[in-house]
């Protein structure tokens, strides 16, 4: 009975103790956040990228080979059938590229101002895997196999084909975590974009009762002149301070205009399949760097013009002590 | 020395279950709702053992998670150790061949996890939609997370018997 007693108290003892560790670590983590919002997660993460991270290298291979096998043997009927419609459409097809042949002349001529308009070429970008993603179903984020030994950083800019994925919120030294935009766990995770032909700034959020219907959602466009098409392609804007500007988001969906009658809200179908992505291309340069970039150069201009005036300063309260 | 062989086990089993859940679940996921593999071991280690393992099996399984993909570390950690604790309250009822109580106790855990993950991440961040989480997040991953406990709660026990033999077979020796 005694022993029974001195159990029961050592557990509960126990309990009390894990649960002070527990909130000592919940504390620390959050002042962690606060003082360096630039540096990793603290050597637990350290260690979880040295031991962890190779095995997910490892199982995410047999992941992706399961989920290949299922899906060939599930598509295969598919595809049968589809081969035979395809063959009966071929013969419509051969007639219908000869007229398509007369308007090539044309198409080539809006190519070339395609890609003129395609600004996220101009930035250099490092491949990376996705390795793991979130284990909850609450939240959207996911891990790649690239950390600060690959010179990734916190804020770049994630993307998959030519949209925009999310931003790099962690990095380890061989790993980093990605929120995607479609995440909805904080405010701060909004995204600064833009109409891309009518310049209208608006507010990109991601919403968890949205992402089965494979949507987020936009507000706060202003309700002016400009008529917005459906189709219209979503862009980050030049005011934001985390993306670079011009990387695609995604088209509208629907446009509407809210009840007070000066703003504009809607849906954005996302350029990326957020759940099919396998490998991500992370964007080396931040916006920080553009702008501090343009504040060097600002700065070494006023840098310039105060030297002139230190002179004058530091004669000044001289005369004044005299 | 005495349940080395436990502890190395348990790890082994913990980094197994992570290791699935974070790479093999989601290609398996059912409207994008993946089952719940680390309460799964938490809870059944909680009732099969006692409150103390289950708690600290919890603390671990939670602490993984939050070092690789928790906001603040410490958070998922304290919920699963309540949770494996908790179960252990249910050691004296339990009995290897009854599958009807583990699988009821692994469903409410997991209901209690999935409305704490909702009052302290989200509700407190102003995100009043209940119903909604209820009934595409909470409730789902309860049904999936019991079906998933099906295959691997059998596993989970196979492994423990097979400890708790061993252990008796070195007991009797020194006696």
């Known amino acids: 009975m005694k022993a029974k007693n001195q159990n029961t108290f050592s557990s509960k003892y126990w309990l009390m103790i894990m649960t002070v560790v527990c909130v000592i670590l919940l504390v620390l983590s959050f002042v962690a956040e606060r003082a360096e919002k630039n540096g990793s997660k603290g050597p637990l993460s350290v260690v979880a990228d040295y031991t962890i991270v190779p095995m997910q290298n490892g199982l995410n291979k047999i992941g992706m080979w399961t989920r290949d096998f299922t899906k060939n043997f599930a598509t295969m009927q598919e595809i049968l059938a589809e081969n035979e419609t395809l063959k009966e459409g071929n013969d419509n097809l051969v007639i219908e590229n000869n007229q398509l042949q007369q308007k090539a002349v044309e198409l080539e001529r809006f190519y070339e101002l395609y890609k003129m308009d395609e600004q996220t070429a101009d930035y250099e970008k490092v491949g990376a895997r996705v390795i793991a993603s979130d284990t909850s179903n609450w939240f959207t984020t996911f891990t790649i196999n690239k950390g600060s030994n690959d010179g990734m950083r916190v804020d770049m800019n994630v993307m998959a084909g030519k949209g925009l994925v999310g931003i790099i919120t962690h990095v380890g030294p061989t790993s980093s975590t990605v929120r995607t935009i479609i995440d909805s766990s904080n405010t701060s995770n909004n995204v600064s974009a833009m109409m891309l032909t009518t310049f209208d700034k608006c507010i990109v959020t991601g919403d968890l009762e949205l992402i089965n219907s494979g949507c987020i959602s936009f507000s706060q466009m202003a309700n002016n002149d400009n008529e917005i098409p459906v189709g219209e392609q979503v862009v980050t804007s030049n005011i934001s301070d985390k993306y670079l500007q011009g990387l695609l988001i995604g088209t509208v969906k629907e446009i509407t205009v809210d009840d007070n009658n000066l703003t504009r809200s809607g849906l954005i179908i996302p350029a990326v399949d957020f759940r099919q992505l396998q490998e991500v291309l992370v964007i080396t340069t931040t916006k920080q760097d553009i702008i501090d970039k343009g504040n060097s150069e600002t700065t070494n201009d006023k840098a310039a013009a105060d030297e002139e005036t230190i002179p004058d300063e530091t004669a000044e309260p001289e005369s004044s002590a005299e | ?175």
């Open chain 2, 1 to 175: 020395m005495k349940g080395i062989k436990r502890k190395i086990t348990y790890a082994v089993l913990i980094i197994i279950g992570f290791l699935l859940e974070s790479m093999l679940f989601p290609h398996i996921a059912l409207a994008s709702i993946t089952p719940n593999l680390m309460l799964i071991i938490t809870a059944s280690i909680g009732f099969m053992r006692g409150k103390q393992e289950g708690m600290f099996i919890g603390f671990f399984c939670g602490l993984l998670q939050d070092v690789s993909f928790g906001k603040y570390i410490g958070l998922y950690a304290l919920m699963y150790m309540f949770i494996g604790y908790g179960n252990g309250f249910f050691k004296r009822l339990f009995y290897d061949d009854d599958i009807k109580l583990p699988l009821a106790l692994i469903a409410g855990s997991d209901l209690l996890y999935g409305l704490f993950t909702y009052l302290l991440l989200f509700m407190l961040n102003g995100d009043f939609r209940f119903p909604y989480y209820l009934q595409h997040i909470i409730i789902p991953e309860m049904l999936y997370t019991i079906i998933v406990t099906l295959i691997f709660y059998h596993i989970i026990l196979r492994v423990n018997q097979k400890l708790e033999a061993e252990e008796q077979r070195s007991a009797s020796k020194f006696v």
